[in-house]
């Protein structure tokens, strides 16, 4: 039997003892002060009645909590666990498998461990993540012309109507609607600041975003609208080379993003984005030079809008945009990874250019 979660006195047992085999699985939520934190976190504990627990990331920020400062709820715990990184290597292999409890059980792991790995690292478990894929393989096979009930029978699904409710949950779309239609693959992107969810087409990346960003279903959806493709899980050409840039982003070694981008911007947010790719990294600018940039000097609120819409983080930073006054201000994926960016550039920078001479500084 797969684990169920306490009731909320024994998690709240739990969050004052610092149980760390809690860790990952649940959240606790402080009313009063408006953040969500581990379980282990070592801050000051709040009282019982000011606490609420959640099964996910998600489920935290959609009480309007927001992460923890002390124990960083949203950073990644490392390296993928040996069960999560075997298993992930089994789905890719037969990513048609219709895997159950007893699979796992028979590979020799524990369903509850396995489950309680994957929601830690990913928000879902193994068995919802293998069915996401047995459904991307079905909309794959009917963007290409296959039928409704070909792809089903390929799926494994013996009901008509629960793998059409399965692709309407994946994609929004019925079935007999996505054929022929164009296909866009989505896959997560481990970084030392969280996953990443990059969508793209067999050409150019679409999307690049945390995967706990707020706004990340409204921006899937205008993907949606802006493009008319249907979305897949799995990886292709473009999202494989953003994945190799980041790594050597993240490991200091280049800031150099070539993948080629599909921006579904106005022709000003356009505009605003490929001014946001000429800052330098280890440098910041100030809404008002932005502006002063583009010959809009009156366009400081337009160009905040421009930098919030755009969805392609890091690859285009938008983290290099700051207040007057130089503070940290407007970044989805948080303001603790907007700092963390700022200092690996600077650092980054300095390591491998020495000291800077000029530097769009705020005024």
Same mark, same amino acid.
């Given at each position: @039997?797969?684990?169920?979660?306490?009731?909320?006195?024994?998690? /709240?047992?739990?969050? @004052?003892?610092?149980?760390?085999? /809690?860790?990952?699985?649940? #959240?606790?939520?402080?009313?009063?002060?408006?953040?969500?934190?581990?379980?282990?976190?070592?801050?000051? !504990?709040?009282?019982?009645?000011?606490?609420?627990?959640?099964?996910?990331?998600?489920?935290?920020?959609?009480?309007?909590?927001?992460?923890?400062?002390?124990?960083? %709820?949203?950073?990644?715990?490392?390296?993928?666990? %040996?069960?999560?990184?075997?298993?992930?290597?089994?789905?890719?292999?037969?990513?048609?498998?219709?895997?159950?409890?007893?699979?796992?059980?028979?590979?020799?792991?524990?369903?509850?461990?396995?489950?309680?790995?994957? !929601?830690?690292? #990913?928000?879902?478990?193994?068995?919802? @993540?293998?069915?996401?894929?047995?459904?991307?393989?079905?909309?794959?096979?009917?963007?290409?012309?296959?039928?409704?009930?070909?792809?089903?029978?390929?799926?494994?699904?013996?009901?008509?109507?629960?793998?059409?409710?399965?692709?309407?949950? =994946?994609?929004?779309?019925?079935?007999?609607?996505?054929?022929? !239609?164009?296909?866009?693959?989505?896959?997560?992107?481990?970084?030392?600041?969280?996953?990443?969810?990059?969508?793209?087409?067999?050409?150019?990346?679409?999307? =690049?975003?945390?995967?706990?960003?707020?706004?990340?279903?409204?921006?899937?959806?205008?993907?949606?609208?802006?493009?008319?493709?249907?979305?897949?899980?799995?990886? *292709?050409? %473009?999202?494989? &080379?953003?994945?190799?840039?980041?790594?050597? /982003?993240?490991?200091?070694?280049?800031?150099?993003?070539?993948?080629?981008?599909?921006?579904?911007?106005?022709?000003?947010?356009?505009?605003?984005?490929?001014?946001?790719?000429?800052?330098?990294?280890?440098?910041? @600018?100030? #809404?008002?030079?932005?502006?002063?940039?583009?010959?809009?000097?009156?366009?400081?609120?337009?160009?905040?809008?421009? *930098?919030?819409?755009? &969805?392609?983080?890091?690859?285009?930073?938008?983290?290099?945009?700051?207040?007057?006054?130089?503070?940290?201000?407007? #970044?989805?994926?948080?303001?603790?990874? !907007?700092?963390?960016?700022?200092?690996?550039?600077?650092?980054?920078?300095?390591?491998?250019?020495? %000291? =800077?001479?000029?530097?769009?500084?705020?005024?």
């Amino acid at each position: @039997m797969l684990f169920q979660r306490p009731d909320d006195d024994t998690l /709240y047992q739990a969050l @004052m003892a610092r149980d760390s085999g /809690y860790d990952g699985f649940v #959240y606790a939520g402080v009313t009063t002060t408006g953040v969500f934190c581990r379980i282990t976190c070592p801050a000051r !504990k709040p009282k019982r009645e000011n606490v609420t627990f959640h099964d996910t990331v998600a489920q935290c920020f959609e009480a309007g909590l927001r992460p923890c400062k002390r124990c960083r %709820p949203l950073a990644p715990s490392g390296e993928a666990e %040996p069960v999560v990184a075997t298993l992930l290597e089994a789905l890719d292999r037969a990513p048609g498998r219709r895997w159950s409890e007893d699979d796992i059980a028979r590979v020799g792991y524990d369903p509850s461990t396995v489950r309680r790995a994957f !929601k830690r690292r #990913y928000g879902i478990s193994f068995l919802e @993540m293998a069915r996401l894929r047995r459904v991307a393989l079905a909309v794959e096979n009917i963007a290409g012309g296959a039928s409704v009930i070909e792809a089903q029978q390929e799926a494994g699904f013996s009901s008509g109507s629960g793998f059409r409710d399965a692709v309407a949950r =994946l994609i929004g779309e019925a079935p007999r609607q996505m054929r022929g !239609k164009a296909l866009l693959r989505a896959d997560w992107i481990e970084t030392p600041i969280g996953t990443m969810v990059a969508i793209a087409d067999d050409h150019a990346l679409h999307l =690049l975003e945390f995967l706990e960003r707020t706004a990340l279903p409204a921006e899937i959806r205008k993907l949606h609208k802006a493009t008319g493709s249907t979305i897949a899980m799995g990886s *292709n050409g %473009p999202i494989e &080379q953003t994945r190799n840039e980041l790594a050597a /982003y993240f490991a200091g070694h280049a800031d150099h993003f070539r993948t080629r981008l599909a921006t579904h911007g106005t022709p000003f947010e356009r505009r605003v984005w490929e001014t946001l790719r000429t800052i330098p990294p280890g440098t910041v @600018m100030n #809404y008002a030079r932005l502006a002063a940039a583009l010959d809009r000097p009156d366009a400081s609120r337009a160009v905040g809008r421009a *930098n919030g819409a755009n &969805q392609f983080a890091i690859v285009i930073p938008c983290h290099r945009v700051v207040a007057a006054n130089g503070s940290l201000v407007g #970044y989805g994926g948080g303001l603790w990874r !907007k700092r963390w960016l700022l200092e690996h550039e600077k650092l980054m920078f300095q390591n491998h250019l020495g %000291p =800077l001479e000029t530097c769009h500084a705020p005024e």
